[in-house]
Every structure is written in structure tokens, then in C-alpha cells.
């Protein structure tokens, strides 16, 4: 009842949207804009009476309609959701439908991604790295290939994609190749230098065969 009041304060007092409301409290677009039509079908106006506590505001806004049975919606397997999500090409979108086809009166997909975001929020994990400009490079050949249509023959293939980071500005440069070997990789090198004017200090590959022959812990 506290946020619905802060809802009806920011839309009366300040006049801001939905949108912006539900920025605000941390709450959906679409139940910001639900309680602001409750109010107004309850013919609730801002500000409230002094003598309006929490509970008259519920019945005012959530009227008793008969005693029915409230469905209990099952709720989503969030940390085994987090850990599928670290799998290349999974999405929160497929967790879902997946979610849906167990639980047919499951959470609709925004609300369980608002879910999902809020108990991510509750993990309090937080890495920070501090880049100097011109230190590092970031190199890897990224996700799954990009195909590409041959439009003579119609002939489909994966191509590699290339990517070059550097650390300081996230200024990236792409190519796609038509593999990950040895040539490849030293010219996506050799080019990504040009691209940038400039060579870094220091060049961080992640752990790929073309980039990786020894693994070494310094």
C-alpha cells in the first residue's frame, strides 16, 4: 500500500507517466498503470483523507467480490534459470516457454522476467575492473556462427566471428572469417590493429585453441 500511495503522489503531484512511475518504484508498467485505474474507478483523489489507513486503502482499491480461491502460480526455478542462462544461445525467452509448458497457468513472460531481475538483485555479486587506455585488448571468436547465403547456389554456411575489445573504451572491432584456424586469427589480429591505428600493451585471448597452445596460471 506504501508504493501505491507513492504511485498516486508521482502521477497527481508531479504528473508523470506510467512509464516513468514504474522506473521509479521498481514495479512493472502494466501494474502502475492497474492501480491508477483502480483509483480512478474508486474515485480516489490525491491527496489522501489524513483518516485513510492502509487497510481502507486496500478495500478502497481491491473490493471484497466473495470468497474465492486464490490459485497458487508456481513459482520459476531462479537459480537453475541463472545457471542454463551462462549456455551459449540460451535466452531468458526460451527459459520461459519452457517454464510455460510445465506450468500452462504459469507467470506471463514480463512478469517473469521482473522476477527473474528481482532475484538477481538479491544475489549482490559485483566484479570491477579498472582499464588503462591503450593496456588492453580483449580477443575472441564470439557465440555461434553467422550464416552466410551463397546466392548462386543457395549453399548455407557458418561463418567464424572475430571480435577485438579494447578494455578502456569497449571500442570493438568485428570480422567474420571463414574459420577459426591459425591464418584466421593472426589476420583478424593484424587487421583489428589497423583498424584501431595502434597496437595495446598487452593481448587477452579467452581459452581457444587458436589462441591458447599452453595453459599457463601467470
Known sequence: MRKIREILRLHHDLGLSARKI????????SCVADYLLRAKAAGLNWPLPEEMDEAALQNMLFPYEGV?????VPTPDFPKIHTELRQKGMTLNLL??????????GYQYSRF??????WLQTLFISMRQTHKAGEKMFVDFAGKGIPIHNPDTGE?????????????SSYTYAEAMQSQGLPNWIGGHLRAFE??????????PDNLKAGVSKACRY
Not at 474465492?68 to 497458487?72: L, P
Not at 583498424?195 to 587477452?204: D, H, K, L
Open 113 to 118: 522476467c521482473d522476477l527473474y531481475h528481482r
Open 68 to 72: 474465492k480461491t486464490k490459485r497458487a
Open 195 to 204: 583498424y584501431f591505428e595502434g597496437t595495446p600493451q598487452i593481448i587477452v
Open 22 to 29: 514504474a522506473k521509479s518504484v521498481g514495479s512493472a508498467r
Open 156 to 168: 548455407v554456411k557458418d561463418a567464424e566471428l572475430f571480435v577485438a575489445v579494447l578494455g578502456a
Open 96 to 105: 520461459w516457454m519452457e517454464y510455460k509448458e510445465r506450468n500452462p497457468d
